[in-house]
């Protein structure tokens, strides 16, 4: 990339900032990433203050020789690349500093938000309402957004299913509205799909455009809201799974079910003896609530699987017990917790993970939800801590009655032989868990390229040919799913 170009398109973007220097760094090192992926030049990062300016930033960049650009919200994707673009030479906008809530109705449910509003932001605005947001358990301090666009998955439900419409800036620097968003003076419901074909996913996991806002559904917060805890050992996780996903078809589970491995609950900082750890989120009035937990309680008791169960409303999570707190309060959309659970994830606090935190990284297969599978996709795990050392921690996400978000962790210390054996972990786990037809829905930074293997040839040339239409001249960087 001749250096006359770069300087030519970041002068331009200098305008479209207000000419404040400030908001454009030329970096004079690659910075860290803590999954410790191959750090990849970026000759620039523009750091814009408002949506207006986004626009002008992209017209900057429409010449052929121009670098492209690679937006993130709040950048912190970790385990699957934190900030980083997929290739060299690219230039990143990084949107945490248009952080407005430009509008929020708890009594229809949305909220309008740009990229910087960090989960713990909106969650604070909603507390003492009637309503809630469905929080991950990453670091309060990442975007609602940004966890969307990556199809990011929550406590409640994937995030997808929170989002509804878009505001996004095109490659040749236009600005559109896809989706839903209220309007002016009536209250109309939300509809993410508009009349025709959906645009809306044209923007998740894509990089058709630089997103400057969405809209978010808040969901109804239940009058009271309750957590089962339920322990089983390790020979009865198919039967145990089995019976936990009846209890969800037939309508006793309200929220994600989670069920932590031993390495996990140790990972994520709740000290574990073996076997599994369960929370089954329970809600509605005072009567619902109660009939859930006796007939849940009575299920757990007859099928004689679980060695222990705990009502969070007579047995509340114990100071020390890190992953019952963030899950308990995170049903209930409160990030109280979770820069506790991050510390012992990582060992640090949101602002150093990437460059001082401890080596993670994330796998994330969808797996059937029957015993059957979710046993033969943690014995994979095994077989992965055998021939490599390194031992994976699971956390089984039961989505909906017929979905598991399987989410792998692999941690490890930043030394050279034990990078390069989490690296071969995780290559291996690409492998078996394709193989085996658990195939993952969301890419970290360096297997981009599985999008080939995993996409339907059509589907992949249509997604092409959409791209060279949207974005002739390649102004956005080459994306991880693309
Ligand atoms: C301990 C721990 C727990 C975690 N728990 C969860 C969890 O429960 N659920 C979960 O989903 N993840 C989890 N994560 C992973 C990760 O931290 C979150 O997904 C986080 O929300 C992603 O970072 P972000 O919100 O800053 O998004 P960003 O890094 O800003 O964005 C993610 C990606 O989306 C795209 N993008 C972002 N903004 C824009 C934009 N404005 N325009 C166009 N494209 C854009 C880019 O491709 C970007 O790389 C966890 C991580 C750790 C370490």
Not at 108 to 124: D, F, K, M, N, S
Not at 381 to 390: C, F, K, P, R, S
Not at 447 to 473: F, K, N, Q, S, Y
Request: aromatic share 6%; hydrophobic share 40%; net charge negative.
């Amino acid at each position: 990339m001749p250096e006359t170009t770069l300087s030519a398109a970041l002068d331009k973007a200098g305008h479209a900032v207000d000419n404040d220097p400030s908001r454009i760094v030329r970096p004079a090192r690659a910075g860290a990433n803590v999954s410790m992926f191959e750090s990849r030049r970026v000759p620039a990062v523009i750091r814009p203050t408002s949506p207006h300016q986004v626009p002008g930033i992209v017209r900057a960049f429409g010449d052929d020789e121009a670098p492209p650009l690679h937006a993130v919200s709040t950048g912190r994707n970790w385990g699957l690349g934190s900030r980083e673009p997929t290739r060299h030479d690219t230039v990143r906008i990084e949107l945490d500093g248009l952080d407005r809530i430009r509008d929020l109705d708890t009594r229809h449910g949305w909220a309008v938000i740009e990229p910087g509003v960090t989960q713990r932001h909106l969650a604070a605005e909603l507390s003492d309402t009637p309503r809630m947001l469905n929080v991950t358990a990453s670091s309060g301090h990442s975007s609602v957004l940004g966890n969307a666009l990556d199809r990011g998955v929550g406590l409640r439900r994937q995030r997808t299913d929170d989002l509804v419409g878009l505001e996004v800036v095109l490659p040749d620097g236009e600005q559109i509205r896809v989706g839903w968003w209220p309007a002016e003076d009536t209250a109309t419901a939300p509809n993410p799909y508009g009349l025709g074909p959906s645009l809306l996913h044209l923007f998740t996991q894509s990089d058709y455009g630089i997103v400057t806002a969405g809209v978010i559904r808040l969901l109804p917060r239940p009058e009271i809201q309750r957590v089962l805890r339920l322990t089983f050992d390790r020979d009865r996780l198919s039967a145990a799974v089995d019976e936990l996903r009846r209890w969800h078809a037939q309508g006793l589970v309200h929220g994600v079910l989670k069920i932590y491995d031993t390495t996990s609950s140790t990972t994520y900082g709740t000290s574990a003896q073996g076997g599994y750890l369960v929370h089954v989120p329970l809600g509605g009035t005072g009567e619902v609530v109660a009939a859930l937990t006796d007939t849940a309680c009575r299920l757990a008791d007859a099928s004689g699987l679980f060695t222990s169960v705990a009502r969070s409303d007579q047995e509340p999570p114990a100071d020390d017990d890190i992953v019952s707190l963030v899950v308990q309060h995170g049903y209930a959309g409160d990030v109280a917790h979770h820069e506790a659970m991050l510390r012992s994830a990582v060992g640090q606090a949101a602002p150093g993970v990437d460059d001082h935190g401890g080596g993670w990284i994330f796998f994330l297969p969808l797996v059937p939800y029957t015993g059957r599978d979710v046993t033969a996709a943690l014995r994979l795990l095994d077989q992965v801590h055998a021939e490599t050392g390194i031992r994976p921690g699971a956390t089984v996400n039961a989505l909906d009655p017929d979905v598991i978000d399987l989410v792998v962790s692999l941690r490890f210390a930043r030394t050279a032989d034990e990078t390069a054996r989490a690296h071969q972990a995780l290559d291996l786990l690409y492998e078996l868990f394709t193989e085996a037809g658990y195939l993952p829905y969301r890419l970290d930074v360096d297997h981009g390229e599985w999008t080939d293997r995993l996409t339907d040839p059509g589907a992949l040339a249509l997604t092409r040919r959409i791209r060279d239409v949207i974005d002739p001249h390649r102004v956005m960087a080459h994306g991880r799913y693309t």
